[in-house]
């Protein structure tokens, strides 16, 4: 029955209701029941319906976290028109550049940038 | 120049008959190869830039200055100078240009390589700033392999309430933290000295997959220890990132995350750059 109880809190909120005495014991909600037959000890279900409710809160906070990082995410990744440069055909280096114009009988077309460190194709220049 | 001509759609239709590249350097440590067609083109050396077209045995077609622009002996207009070259090249006879929209973005990307796990991880970085909308609107793009080893850094097993990362443990990402554009002698230092504490935390679950939430702040100084730190170029910010694990594993699937933070550009004074930066792991 209480098993049951634990998973209809509305039926439990009525046999507290009905309840003659109650009393608050070492973090325990004890109720006594009518006739002294039976002391539900509710307070343990009640905690745990609390602490369900605060996972499940907890849980949908979590989420709404995930959700709040992969809309910035999506917000803030370029946009293909902002990729245009990479619509070219790049290869790393000359020596492969070579290597596939050769192959690939196509033309090669270099940039060169003197007294710089860094690298056009990624951006970093 | 890179979003400049090289982003211009009819500049770019123009190159898709091209293999691109590119080299920079100092002068001095040029190899043989881009050497010989430097000394050959002899351009005016009046810019740092210059550009040339090569034939498919490599011989040099034709030569321009690199500044994109009109008049003056150091500037180009690509669009005359691409169609003078493509004519020199006859290209017609040996290739059909492709259409820039037949081409799918060459975007710079990593092949997945152990099964399991991501090949590593894609950077995008970005000014970010509204009074500076050419270099904000022109991304930077780095990818960073990484191994499974390195992909264990960022474990969390079920069950587990998370833990505590350090920044220096995500140094391979984070040494791409500063802008384009910035001058040489600054570019050259790298970040010596990471710190900050980041939390990895469970972040609940949805169909097969768990979220981990990867979150804190970052300090990257390129100076060393002491007062003589703060004369130096430096990044500050935060890092946010959902990481995905399976159900009953801990090893990473995905990641997507954002680091929004400034790089301190401290070359001649004290110059706040506001960056923002996602990174996403490859291949999807």
């Known amino acids: 029955m ?17 309840a003659t005495t ?21 307070g343990t ?54 290597e596939r114009a050769a192959q690939e009988q196509r033309p090669i077309f270099l940039v060169v940038v003197t007294n710089s460190y860094g690298n056009i194709y990624t951006g970093h220049c | 120049m890179r979003g400049g001509p090289l982003s211009n759609p009819e500049i770019v239709q123009l190159l898709q008959p091209f293999i691109m590249t ?9 190899g043989p190869d881009i050497k010989g067609i430097y000394t050959q083109a002899n351009l005016p050396k009046d810019t740092n ?5 090569l034939d498919q045995w490599g011989r040099l077609i034709h030569a321009f200055q690199g500044l994109p622009g009109r008049g003056g002996n150091d500037r180009s207009d690509y669009k005359i100078e691409i169609t003078r070259a493509i004519k020199k090249l006859n290209l017609p006879s040996t290739r059909t240009p492709q259409t820039a929209s037949a081409r799918p973005n060459a975007i710079p990307d990593l092949k997945a390589s152990v099964p399991g796990f991501p090949a590593g991880v894609r950077l995008f970085l970005r000014l970010n700033n509204d009074r500076d909308p050419f270099r904000s609107g022109l991304p930077v ?11 264990r850094n960022l474990f969390l097993p079920e069950g587990s309430a998370g833990r505590r990362i350090e920044a220096e443990a995500l140094r391979k990402w984070l040494v791409h933290l500063y802008p384009a ?30 979220y981990g939430l990867l979150q804190g702040a970052i300090l990257l100084s390129k100076g060393e220890e002491g007062p003589a730190a703060d004369a130096k170029s430096s990044f500050q910010g935060t890092l946010r990132a959902v990481l995905t694990y399976p159900r009953g594993g801990a090893d990473v699937q995905s990641l997507r995350g954002v680091i929004d933070g400034f790089y301190n550009y401290r070359i001649r004074g004290d110059i706040p750059m506001p960056l923002r930066v996602t990174i996403e792991s490859r291949p999807e």
Not at chain 1, 46 to 61: E, I, K, N
């Open chain 2, 49 to 53: 830039v210059s550009a040339y077209v």
């Open chain 1, 45 to 98: 279900l009640l905690a745990g319906m609390l602490v369900g409710a605060c996972t499940a809160a907890a849980h949908a906070a979590e989420l709404r976290d995930v959700q709040e990082v992969l809309e910035e995410y999506h917000s803030a990744r370029p946009q293909v028109h902002e990729l245009t440069v990479y619509q070219l055909d790049w290869t790393p280096t000359f020596q492969e550049a070579k």
């Open chain 1, 22 to 42: 109650a009393e608050i014991t070492h973090g325990e909600f004890r109720v006594g029941c009518q006739g002294g037959r039976s002391i539900l000890v509710i």
């Open chain 2, 22 to 30: 590119s080299w920079n350097g100092a002068a001095s440590v040029m």
């Open chain 2, 141 to 151: 793009v780095e990818v960073v392999p990484m191994t499974p080893d390195e992909w």
């Open chain 1, 2 to 18: 209480v098993a049951n109880q634990y998973f209809r809190p509305k039926s439990l909120l009525r046999r507290a209701d009905s």
């Open chain 2, 181 to 210: 554009g910035i001058r040489t002698a600054d570019q050259q230092i790298p970040f010596r000295k990471m710190t900050g504490e980041l939390k990895l935390e469970p972040a609940g679950s949805s169909g097969e997959s768990r």
